[in-house]
């Protein structure tokens, strides 16, 4: 049924907001020299990589320039990538990966294959639930990167303190999950994005 849900609402989701995309992705092309669209490796369910798709929001040598993770007013991030990342409008080109089900709408946000190997054998019970572009963690970690950038080791930080907060969350609501939980999660993403 969570199939169902996700492939009904993500097709939709893609077909109404289709020529907005277009123009997204012609304006990122434009506004700084690399590609419309980002492909970075993650670890999927039971640990499969795959390519989660986003609008690039930095420089296009960002993958060689600096960490995985994000830490404050990263210099890597481009004016117009800013507010695509403010939005989250970055993150919908994911209806594709949800649709050819890499992703659902809600799940624990993938992690890159890095981090992945930090996790310890209880938190790689997380592998076993297919990723999403939301989750309960995402909410209450929405200024992640503000976090990090108070931190003398961001690094150390996200691995020891934040990424097991954010898998014993989704662990836990996996728990519980249904259709009305994950249409509650989608609103709450929704109503925290508009507040920003």
């Known amino acids: 049924m969570k199939r169902v849900f996700d492939l009904f609402f993500a097709t939709i989701g893609l077909v109404i907001l289709s020529p907005f995309l277009v123009v997204v992705a012609i304006v990122v092309r434009l506004s700084s020299p690399g590609p419309a669209l980002f492909r970075s490796r993650r670890a999927g369910r039971f640990g499969k990589e795959f390519f989660l798709l986003k609008f690039r929001t930095m420089t296009k040598?960002?993958?060689?320039?600096g960490p995985a993770i994000t830490i404050g007013k990263d210099h890597r991030i481009t004016r117009l990538g800013g507010i695509l990342r403010r939005?989250?409008?970055?993150?919908?080109?994911?209806?594709?990966?949800?649709?050819?089900?890499?992703?659902?709408?809600?799940?624990?946000?993938?992690?890159v294959p890095e981090y992945v190997r930090f996790y310890t054998p209880e938190q790689r019970a997380v592998l076993d639930l297919v990723?999403?572009?939301?989750?309960p963690a995402s909410i209450k970690y929405a200024l992640e990167n503000d976090l990090l950038a108070k931190s003398s080791n961001p690094h150390?930080?996200?691995?020891?303190?934040?990424?097991?907060?954010k898998i014993r969350m989704n662990l836990e609501y996996a728990a519980r999950a249904?259709?009305?939980?994950?249409?509650?999660?989608?609103?709450?993403?929704?109503?925290?994005?508009?507040?920003?």
Do not use: C, H
């Not at 150390?156 to 907060?165: L, Q």
């Not at 249904?178 to 920003?196: C, G, P, Q, S, Y």
């Open 131 to 135: 990723p999403g572009m939301t989750d």
């Open 156 to 165: 150390s930080d996200y691995v020891n303190g934040i990424m097991p907060d």
């Open 87 to 111: 939005t989250k409008i970055d993150e919908l080109p994911q209806l594709l990966n949800v649709i050819k089900g890499e992703m659902s709408l809600v799940g624990p946000r993938p992690e």
């Open 61 to 65: 040598d960002a993958p060689q320039s």
């Open 178 to 196: 249904n259709l009305w939980t994950d249409t509650r999660v989608i609103l709450t993403t929704f109503a925290r994005i508009a507040m920003k």
